[in-house]
T-cell receptor, first 115, second 114 residues
Framework: KAGVTQTPRYLIKTRGQQVTLSCSPI?????VSWYQQTPGQGLQFLFE???????NKGNFPGRFSGRQFSNSRSEMNVSTLELGDSALYLC??????????????FGPGTRLTVL | DQQVKQNSPSLSVQEGRISILNCDYT??????FLWYKKYPAEGPTFLIS?????DKNEDGRFTVFLNKSAKHLSLHIVPSQPGDSAVYFC?????????????FGSGTQLTVLP
C-alpha cells in the first residue's frame, strides 16, 4: 500500500506570492490533516478535511486555506506569503471515522522557504 | 498557550542505557496520547500510544507511562540504540466537535551515543 505523498518536496517563493501544496492520502483514507512545523514550535495543526469538508481548524490566519477533492486528495494554499511562513508543511491521512481515535500517517512534508 | 509541552529540547544517552523522554499537558479533555518519531527529511512515524484509562503500555523496547493526576507522560526506551537517534514528539488527542484533534509538543532531539 503506497504511503502519503506530498508535492512538491521543496519550494522557494518570495514575500507576497501565493503557494499551493498537494497531498495524496493512503488509499481508502478519507481524512487529511495539515500541520506546520517550525523549529522550537513542534507541529502546529492547520486544518483537517474529511469527505471534502473542513471538519476542524487550528489557529491560523485566513491566508491559510485548503480543500479536499472527491478522491480524498487535498491541497493547501497560502496567500500573500510572509517570511514567517517558511516551514515544513506536513500532511497526515487517517481513515477518519468520527469519534474514534485513528492513527495518523504522515507524508514526508513540503519544505517551503519564503525569501 | 501550549497545551502539550516537552521541556527538554535535547537528550543524549549512551548506547545500551535507558532513554526517558518527558511530556506534560494541561488540558484534562485529552484522552489518548501518542509518541511519534521523526528522522530528518521524513514525516513523523507513529511509535506507541496509551489511552487515558491506562497508566502503562509496552511495546518491545518502548514503554509509555501516563500519570493523569500529574498530567504527565513519559517514554522509556530500553536499551537505547544508535538508530533511535531522532526527534520524538509527544501528542495528545481529544474530541473537538465530531472529530478528533491532535496537539503536538515541540519535540525532543534524542541522540544515542555509540
Amino acid at each position: 500500500k503506497a504511503g502519503v505523498t506530498q508535492t512538491p518536496r521543496y519550494l522557494i517563493k518570495t514575500r507576497g506570492q501565493q503557494v499551493t501544496l498537494s497531498c495524496s492520502p493512503i488509499s481508502g483514507h478519507r481524512s487529511v490533516s495539515w500541520y506546520q512545523q517550525t523549529p522550537g514550535q513542534g507541529l502546529q495543526f492547520l486544518f483537517e478535511y474529511f469527505s471534502e469538508t473542513q471538519r476542524n481548524k487550528g489557529n491560523f490566519p485566513g491566508r491559510f486555506s485548503g480543500r479536499q477533492f472527491s478522491n480524498s486528495r487535498s491541497e493547501m494554499n497560502v496567500s500573500t506569503l510572509e517570511l514567517g511562513d517558511s516551514a515544513l508543511y506536513l500532511c497526515a491521512s487517517s481513515p477518519g471515522q468520527a469519534g474514534n481515535y485513528n492513527e495518523q500517517f504522515f507524508g514526508p512534508g513540503t519544505r517551503l522557504t519564503v525569501l | 498557550d501550549q497545551q502539550v509541552k516537552q521541556n527538554s529540547p535535547s537528550l543524549s544517552v549512551q548506547e545500551g542505557r535507558i532513554s526517558i523522554l518527558n511530556c506534560d499537558y494541561t488540558n484534562s479533555m485529552f484522552d489518548y496520547f501518542l509518541w511519534y518519531k521523526k528522522y530528518p527529511a521524513e514525516g513523523p512515524t507513529f511509535l506507541i500510544s496509551i489511552s487515558s484509562i491506562k497508566d502503562k503500555n509496552e511495546d518491545g523496547r518502548f514503554t509509555v507511562f501516563l500519570n493523569k493526576s500529574a498530567k504527565h507522560l513519559s517514554l522509556h526506551i530500553v536499551p537505547s540504540q544508535p538508530g533511535d537517534s531522532a526527534v520524538y514528539f509527544c501528542a495528545a488527542s481529544r474530541l473537538s466537535g465530531s472529530a478528533r484533534q491532535l496537539t503536538f509538543g515541540s519535540g525532543t532531539q534524542l541522540t544515542v551515543l555509540p
